[in-house]
C-alpha cells in the first residue's frame, strides 16, 4: 500500500494544488528555483508529501532539459507507483537514463502490470538486462507477461491474487490471509478455482466480512462471473469492465485456467484515453500526447495534412471545371466557400455522433437503419433552416431572387449528403473492422466539400442564372 | 449484490453476444419477434438469462414503438439495476410510462446514487408523488440527495456505508458486520470516524482480512486519504478517482462529517462520458446521443451551423474584397480553398490536442509557454512541407513558379496562424473558464478560412501576379 497518500479536505486543501487538483505554478516553480540553486535538500523538503501522481506530474510540468537535475534531487522519491503514474514519454526517457539493476530494483517491488508497463518500452537488449538482474520468480513472471502481445489482457494483468478452493469455509480463508505474509495486500476480489485451477466463482471481500467462520466459500462466491481471456485487446477488456461495472476480474489462458487478475484502476485511465483518443484520431492529430518530441508528432500530423492536400484537389478540380461561369459573375467564389463550409459542419456533427455510438457499442446492427433514418431526419430540418437563412440573405442583400434560390438549394442538398457520409462512411469503416474514428473524416470532408461546389455552381450554371 | 450476471468465456461465448460483448441482431430479433407473435413467455425465456447491462442494451436497440410491448412481455426482468445501466432518454421514456408506485417500488431497491438517477429527471409533480410512496427512511435519503446541485458529487453518493469508530478492533469490526443484518453488502473500504462522524481514516477489506482480531482499527488504516466535498462537480471528481486510482472514496459536508461514499463503477462512466463529450462539443452536437428525440438534437445542432453560417460569412467578405483579382484570374478561385482547407486541418489537430491535454489536466499554467512553443515548431515544420509539395505541384501544373510560390508562402503562413489558433484560443477560453471544447472550433475555423483567403489571395494581388 502506498504510503505517501495525500489529505484533501475541502476545509483544508493542499497548499501544492489548485481547485483542479493540479499542482500549482508556484509550488512547481519553488521546486525547480531549489534545484536550480543546487539546493537539493530544499526541492526533496518541498516534493516529499507529495502523492505519487503528483510527483509524477512534477516531473512532466519541468521542462525537459531540466528533468536530470530535478530527478536527481528527489531520486529516492522516484519509486515504482511514481514510475506508474508518469507520461509514457517523460518516463521512457528517465528509464533510459538509469541503470538495469537500478530498473530491476524499482521493477521487483511493483505488481506485475506496473513492472511490464516500465519495461515494455525499453529496447530489446535493455529489458534483457534487466530481467537478467531480477529474481528468477519475477523475472518468470514479467516474461510470461512480455509474451503477450501489446495491449492485451496479458499485459495488464497482475499475477498477484488471491484463490482458494470451493470448499474452504470463510474461517480456513481467513486463517489462509492471516497467516502468509507474502500473500499480496491489494484485492478486492477472491477467486474461487476447482482443482485444476479454473474460476467457479467470485467473492467480494465484504460478503466474505459477513459471513459466520462456518460457512464454505462455495455457499458466498457468486457462479456467474465475467472471465477475461489473456489474448483479449484491452479496449475490449475496458469495455467490459465499464458495461458490467467490475472491480476485479480473473484472466484466464485458453484451457480456462486462472492466470491473472485485473483491477478497475488498471482500467480506468485505457477506458479516459480510449475514449479521449477518438477526438485525436479524427483530426488526424496522431497520439496527440504533449509530451511526445516534435519530429513524432511533426511526421504523424504532416501525413494526414499531405492526405488532405490531395482531396483538396479534388475540390479544387471541380471548382475549375466552373471557371467560366465564375468568370461571368465573379460573386460565386465569394459564395461557395460558404455552401462548402456549413456542410462540412453539418458532416462533422453527424461523425462525431456516430464515432461515439460505435466506440461506446450504442450502435450495432440492430439500430443501423434506425440510426442512418435518425440523420437524414436531422439533416433535412438542419438544411432546411439553413437553406432559408443563406437564401434570403443571399437574395435580399444582392437584390438577386435567383442567386438567393440557387444558393438555397445547393446548402439544403450539401447538408443532406453531408448527413448521410457522416452517418454511412463510419458505420461503412465499422464494417469494414477498420477503426472508423482514423479514416471518416477524410472522406466526409471530400465529399461536402466537393458536393458543395458541386452544387452550387452546377445549379448556378444550370439555371441559367449567369451568362 | 446481482443475481444475474452470465458467464463469459472464450471457450464458451455467450449465443446472445458477439466478439465485443454486444447482443446479436439475430438474437434482438428473435425476441423481438416473440413480443410481435404476442409469445410474451417465449421473450421472457430468451431475456431471462442475460446481464442487467444487457437487458437494457436489448430495449434500447428495440425500435422506439416497438418498446412498450417489449417491456410488457419482460416487466419484471425490468429491476432497478437495469434501469441504472439504461440510456438517459430511454430510461425517462420508459419511467414517465410506470406509476408512482411502480418507480417507488424500484427505487427502494436500489442504493441512493441509483435511485436519484431514476428520480431526478422526472417532473416535479412526479417526483413528489414517487417520494411520497417511498418509506421515511428512502425518501429523506432521497430528498438530500435531490437537494445537492445536479452533477454533484452528492448526487453521485451511497449514503450505504460501513463507518466504525478508531479504537474498534478488527474483531469488533468483524462481529459488527456479522451480526447487524441491515448494513449494506457492497462496499470495498471501510470509513474509520471520530465521534463528531468526521473521518480519520480508511481501510481497504483485505487489510482488514490479512490482520489478527485484536488489533485496532486505528492501526490498519491508512490516515492519508482523499475526501470529496459533497458539492463537487462529477467531472472533477471522476478526475480525482482517476488521479488516485481510488476504489471509493468519503464524501463529506461542508463541517467534514461524512456523508456518504462512492464507488469507482459510479465513475468509470462518467471517465467515458467526459472524455468522449469533447468531440460532440468540438463538432457542435450537443449531447451527440442517438437516443435522443430527433428535435432536441435538430435545435442543438442548427444553432452550431447557424453560428457558422455567421463565421462563414466573414470569409466570404474577405474574398469579395478580391473580386477584381479573381476575375482577372479565375484559378484563384479554385486554388484558394485548398490554403484554407488544409489551414484548417492543421488548426484542428492542434486544437484536438490541446483540448485533450487540458481536460486530463496535462497543460497548467506551468507548461504553457512550452506547449505553445512546441506548437509552433511543429507548425512550422508542417507548413515547409505542405507549401513545398503545393508550391511545386501548381508551379509545374500551371507553368507558373510566381503562382506557385503565392500558394507556397501563403499555405506556409496560414499553417503557422493555424497552429498559434489551434493552442491559443483553446488555453484562453480555459483562462477564462470556459469550456474550451465548446467554442474552440468557431473561432480557429473563422481564423483559419479567414487568414487562408486573405493570405492567399493578398499575396497574389500584391505580388502583382495578376493584371
Given at each position: ?161 488471491i484463490a482458494v478452493p470451493?470448499h474452504w469455509t470463510v474461517g480456513d480463508v481467513l486463517d489462509y490471509l492471516r497467516k502468509n505474509e507474502d500473500l ?6 477472491i ?14 471481500l465484504?460478503?466474505v466480512l459477513?459471513t459466520p467462520r462456518v460457512v464454505s466459500m462455495?455457499?458466498v ?247
Amino acid at each position: 500500500m502506498s504510503e505517501t497518500e495525500l489529505q484533501m479536505d475541502s476545509s483544508a486543501p493542499e497548499p501544492q494544488l489548485d481547485e483542479d487538483d493540479r499542482l500549482r505554478p508556484e509550488f512547481v516553480h519553488a521546486v525547480l528555483d531549489a534545484v536550480h540553486a543546487g539546493d537539493s535538500a530544499r526541492a526533496h523538503t518541498l516534493a516529499e508529501p507529495l502523492h505519487p501522481a503528483d510527483i509524477a506530474d512534477l516531473v512532466e510540468l519541468a521542462p525537459t532539459e531540466e528533468r536530470a537535475a530535478l530527478v536527481a534531487a528527489i531520486a529516492d522519491l522516484i519509486d515504482g507507483d511514481v514510475l506508474a503514474e508518469m507520461n509514457d514519454w517523460v518516463r521512457e526517457a528517465l528509464v533510459e537514463s538509469l541503470t538495469a539493476t537500478q530498473v530491476a530494483d524499482i521493477a521487483a517491488e511493483l505488481d506485475t502490470d506496473d513492472a511490464v508497463a516500465i519495461i515494455e518500452d525499453m529496447d530489446v537488449e535493455d529489458q534483457r538486462e534487466v530481467l537478467r538482474a531480477l529474481d528468477p520468480d519475477d523475472r518468470a513472471a514479467i516474461e510470461e507477461a512480455l509474451s503477450y502481445p501489446e495491449e492485451s489482457a496479458g499485459r495488464l494483468m497482475q499475477r498477484e491474487l488471491i484463490a482458494v478452493p470451493e470448499h474452504w469455509t470463510v474461517g480456513d480463508v481467513l486463517d489462509y490471509l492471516r497467516k502468509n505474509e507474502d500473500l499480496t495486500t491489494d484485492f478486492w476480489e477472491i477467486f474461487v478455482v476447482d482443482p485444476a485451477h479454473k474460476p467457479v466463482g467470485t467473492c467480494q471481500l465484504s460478503w466474505v466480512l459477513r459471513t459466520p467462520r462456518v460457512v464454505s466459500m462455495g455457499d458466498v462466491m457468486k457462479r456467474e462471473q465475467t472471465l477475461i481471456p489473456v489474448d483479449m485487446d484491452q479496449e475490449e477488456v475496458a469495455l467490459r469492465f465499464q458495461k458490467y461495472a467490475l472491480i476485479s476480474a480473473a484472466v484466464i489462458d485458453p484451457s480456462g485456467r486462472l492466470v491473472g487478475m485485473i483491477t478497475v484502476d488498471d482500467v480506468v485511465h485505457i477506458i479516459s484515453e480510449e475514449a479521449g483518443e477518438d477526438i485525436l484520431r479524427l483530426s488526424g492529430a496522431g497520439e496527440g500526447d504533449i509530451n511526445e518530441p516534435v519530429v513524432d508528432s511533426y511526421k504523424g500530423r504532416v501525413r494526414w495534412l499531405l492526405t488532405n492536400l490531395l482531396t483538396a484537389l479534388v475540390a479544387a478540380t471541380i471548382i475549375s471545371l466552373f471557371e467560366g461561369t465564375i468568370q461571368k459573375m465573379v460573386a460565386l467564389a465569394a459564395l461557395m466557400p460558404i455552401v462548402a463550409g456549413v456542410g462540412g459542419n453539418a458532416g462533422t456533427q453527424t461523425m462525431a455522433v456516430t464515432v461515439r455510438a460505435l466506440a461506446t457499442n450504442q450502435l450495432t446492427q440492430s439500430n443501423t437503419l434506425r440510426a442512418i433514418r435518425r440523420e437524414i431526419s436531422i439533416a433535412v430540418l438542419n438544411g432546411l433552416t439553413v437553406a432559408c437563412v443563406i437564401g434570403t440573405a443571399v437574395g435580399l442583400f444582392f437584390h438577386h431572387a435567383a442567386l438567393g434560390g440557387v444558393i438555397a438549394a445547393a446548402m439544403l442538398t450539401n447538408i443532406v449528403i453531408a448527413g448521410l457520409a457522416g452517418v454511412i462512411v463510419p458505420l461503412t469503416l465499422d464494417r469494414l473492422k477498420a477503426d472508423p474514428a482514423v479514416a471518416s473524416s477524410i472522406f466526409v470532408t471530400m465529399t461536402t466539400d466537393s458536393m458543395g461546389f458541386l452544387a452550387f455552381l452546377g445549379l448556378a450554371t444550370a439555371s441559367g442564372l449567369v451568362g
